[in-house]
C-alpha cells in the first residue's frame, strides 16, 4: 500500500468515526425505559441512572468526534509526508 492510499483511508475512517461520535447519543433509550416514569425510590433510581447514562453517552460522542478529528489529522500528515518524499526523490532524479 503507497502512503497516499494510506493516507486517504485514515482520512476516511476519521471522517466515518467523527460522525459516528457525532450520533452517538440516539443509543439513549430514555428515562422511561430506565424506570424514571415509577413514583418513589425506583423512580428516583431510574432517573439518577438515566442522568448517568446521557452524561457517558455525550462524553463517548464527544471523545468518539476527538479521536475521528485526530485519526483525520493523521492521514493528512501523512499525505503531507508523502508529498516531501515525492519532492525529494524530484530533486535527486
Do not use: K, W
Not at 497516499?4 to 467523527?18: C, F, N, P, S, Y
Not at 428516583?44 to 447514562?53: F, Q, Y
Not at 468518539?64 to 525529494?88: F, I
Amino acid at each position: 500500500m503507497r502512503l497516499e492510499e494510506l493516507a486517504q483511508r485514515l482520512e476516511v475512517a476519521g471522517d466515518q468515526l467523527a460522525r459516528a461520535g457525532a450520533t452517538i447519543s440516539v443509543i439513549d433509550p430514555g428515562a422511561r425505559a430506565l424506570g424514571a416514569d415509577f413514583d418513589g425510590a425506583l423512580g428516583a433510581a431510574g432517573r439518577e441512572l438515566h442522568r448517568v447514562l446521557a452524561m457517558a453517552l455525550s462524553a463517548r460522542g464527544r471523545e468518539t468526534v476527538a479521536h475521528g478529528g485526530r485519526l483525520a489529522e493523521t492521514g493528512q500528515a501523512l499525505r503531507r509526508a508523502a508529498a516531501s518524499y515525492r519532492a525529494v526523490d524530484e530533486e535527486a532524479s
